[in-house]
């Protein structure tokens, strides 16, 4: 029978950071590039993002210009991203429930 290693997740500076196979799922799903999913799954397992988190990650080069994008992608499906100022970048529990559904199901993780 064929035994499947759990997923490595890879951490950079503390913030959790999505597998390959994540990556891919979501590029398929919602018509992003790698970077806007990346940024996307960093939005999915945590609460809230501030613009030196996703910095300090270096997934994007212009935080701002990358949200812009993402925002206008994702609320084709129905999905927001919300901000205020000096708080950072976040979606709904709805939302954010929506997309680990969805990467469950694509990725295969258990629920």
Same mark, same amino acid.
């Given at each position: 029978m064929?035994? &499947?290693?759990p997923v490595?997740y890879?951490?950079?500076?503390g913030?959790l950071?999505?597998?390959?196979?994540?990556?891919?799922?979501?590029q398929?799903?919602? $018509?992003?590039?790698?970077?806007?999913?990346?940024?996307?799954?960093?939005?999915v397992v945590?609460?809230? &993002?501030?613009?030196?988190?996703? #910095?300090?990650?270096?997934v994007?080069?212009?935080?701002?210009?990358?949200?812009?994008?993402?925002r206008?992608?994702?609320? #084709?499906?129905g999905?927001e991203?919300?901000?205020?100022?000096?708080?950072?970048?976040?979606?709904s $529990?709805? $939302?954010r429930?929506k997309?680990?559904?969805?990467?469950d199901?694509l990725?295969?993780? #258990?629920?």
């Open positions: 064929l035994q &499947v290693e490595q890879l951490q950079i500076r913030t950071m999505a597998t390959d196979d994540e990556v891919f799922a979501l398929k799903r919602y $018509d992003v590039t790698p970077v806007l999913a990346k940024l996307l799954y960093l939005m945590n609460d809230r &993002v501030t613009t030196q988190d996703v #910095e300090a990650t270096g994007v080069g212009d935080v701002r210009v990358s949200i812009h994008r993402l206008k992608i994702m609320s #084709e499906h999905i991203v919300r901000s205020a100022y000096r708080a950072g970048y976040w979606l $529990d709805e $939302d429930a997309l680990k559904e969805v990467l199901y990725v295969g993780n #258990e629920p």
